[in-house]
């Protein structure tokens, strides 16, 4: 309802949604998954999941088993131990190459046109074809990968200064 609200308001268009009904041969209306976007999906959820569980393992490992063992001794459960201690500290070492590992992962999706998946790379080289203006095509691709690679940073920058150790 959010989501409507918000295209209603920001564009002036009403956001529908079409579900499939069965006609006489086949489904009409609903929403098609072209098949080169699912391998897309598929391939960078695969390969991004890989990194980030190998960099959220290297934080749980990288925080020392005495603050587990002082929390165990203090009476706590396996699994408060793990919430209230052991994941705290390890975000401080985990969010520096997860930050790494998200702008990886914006500058991975420009390899969708090696797939023939319509992306901003593609769209750019249909205009260079179509238009000769290959300066301004690049350009503009800098700029939009810029502004996400910057959104994505600033993003979590601010995350890591929130888990940042306070002084007293």
């Keep these: ?5 918000l295209a209603y308001a920001l564009s002036g268009f009403p956001l529908t949604f079409d579900y499939p009904k069965q006609s006489t ?10 098949p080169e976007f ?8 695969c390969y991004t999941a890989a990194f980030i569980a190998e960099i ?7 925080v020392s088993k005495g603050q587990t063992e002082a929390a165990g001794a203090l009476g706590l459960r396996p699994g408060s131990i793990l919430r209230l201690v052991v994941v705290p500290q390890a975000m401080r070492i985990v969010i520096p190459p997860l930050t790494s590992q ?13 797939i023939g998946y319509p992306d901003l790379t593609a769209t750019a080289g249909t205009v260079l074809n179509q238009t000769g ?6 350009v503009i691709m800098m700029v939009i ?10 993003v979590m920058n601010w995350f890591n ?3 940042a150790l306070v002084e007293r």
Aim: overall charge positive.
């Design 1 to 5: 309802v959010g989501l409507a609200l």
């Design 133 to 138: 203006q290959a300066v301004e095509g690049v």
């Design 145 to 154: 990968y810029l502004a996400i690679s910057l959104l994505t940073s600033l």
């Design 25 to 34: 041969f086949n489904l009409t209306g609903g929403f098609q998954v072209r």
């Design 56 to 62: 959220v393992r290297a934080g749980i490992r990288g």
């Design 102 to 114: 998200y702008l990886n992962l914006t500058k991975n999706s420009s390899l969708a046109i090696a």
């Design 161 to 163: 200064a929130k888990m």
């Design 38 to 45: 699912l391998s897309l999906y598929l391939a960078l959820s």
